[in-house]
């Protein structure tokens, strides 16, 4: 029997995809970083983390460095 691949949320647009297809993050103190399997995390779809509107909503939400924020979503589309 198949086991049905999990669905998340993502943050910025409210739309449901597979947890596979999306960006993971967390709030480490003050600074958003990657996940790294500890404590809670957030999801951002493909597209979200290339609009620029999202981005700058998601900076003032978590009150975050605009340029570091865009660097470390682009580090992560790169990587996969």
Known sequence: MKKSQPIRMCIACRSRYPQKS???LKLDGKELVTHDGQG???YLCNVCSVN???IKGLTKRFKQDEERFVKLLKELVNNG
Do not use: H, N, V
């Open 40 to 42: 809670r995390s957030l």
């Open 22 to 24: 999306l960006l993971r």
């Open 52 to 54: 620029e509107k999202k």
